[in-house]
């Protein structure tokens, strides 16, 4: 079984703290994506990576950065944190896309409060 | 941009019942997957129907997919208290590793 594990489960920071969220998968994926959720407004894409040191920014990146300096770990960055970065991040993991089948594996979720 | 709108954004039912939710899209699609969230969880994959296929099913879960409404529905038969949870579909075009998620619905089985 995929097995994608987030850093944290629960993580509190303060306004303008630089913040880290590390995501980890051990089934040689070469994607990885990165997702807020909040209420209403379903998984948005931030950010996805296709490989090491690959990435393309997704639908909603400003105010975040990522990095993928080897295959299973792909870290979300957010340079000053905001009260409106308050939310559900999720990362997620696929094989590419040689055939047609590309399901998503998902970590469980780090849940962010900036104060 | 969103790709996909669930309807109802929530749903109860009793246990035992037949529960039906209805997922549109905007642009044409490779695939559409569906995926179940429990309570402050990750997503866990459900099943994927490809654009050429009208039907496809899982055990209780059947789902339907019309390419000329660009619409989709996910019916879980026989529900049980533990199919709470919200339920997601999520589309893909050709040649892009992206997928688009809706926005969900909740689903919650009243024992």
């Known amino acids: 079984d995929v097995k994608v594990t987030q850093s944290s489960r629960y993580l509190v920071k303060r306004t303008g703290e630089k913040v880290f969220l590390e995501c980890v998968q051990d089934m040689d994926h070469e994607n990885m994506f990165w997702y807020r959720q909040d209420p209403g407004l379903g998984l948005r894409l931030i950010y996805f990576?296709?490989?090491?040191?690959?990435?393309e920014k997704g639908d909603i990146p400003e105010g975040y950065s990522v990095s993928r300096e080897k295959k299973e770990r792909f870290s979300l960055i957010l340079e000053s944190a905001s009260t409106n970065q308050t939310s559900m991040y999720l990362c997620a993991t696929s094989r590419p896309r040689r055939g047609t089948y590309n399901e998503q594996f998902f970590g469980p979720g780090t849940r962010l409060t900036v104060l | 941009s969103q790709q996909g709108e669930e309807d109802p954004q929530a749903l109860s039912i009793q246990e035992g019942e037949n529960a039906t939710m209805n997922c549109s899209y905007k642009t044409s699609i490779n695939n559409l997957q569906w995926y179940r969230q429990n309570s402050g969880r990750g997503l866990v994959h459900l099943i994927l129907i490809r654009s050429n296929e009208r039907e496809k099913h899982s055990g209780r879960l059947r789902v339907t997919l019309d390419t000329s409404k660009k619409s989709s529905s996910l019916l879980i038969t026989a529900s049980r208290a533990a199919d709470t949870a919200s339920y997601f579909c999520a589309t893909d075009a050709w040649g892009n590793e992206k997928l688009t998620f809706g926005t969900g619905t909740r689903l919650t089985i009243i024992p």
């Open positions: 990576s296709y490989d090491v040191k690959m990435k």
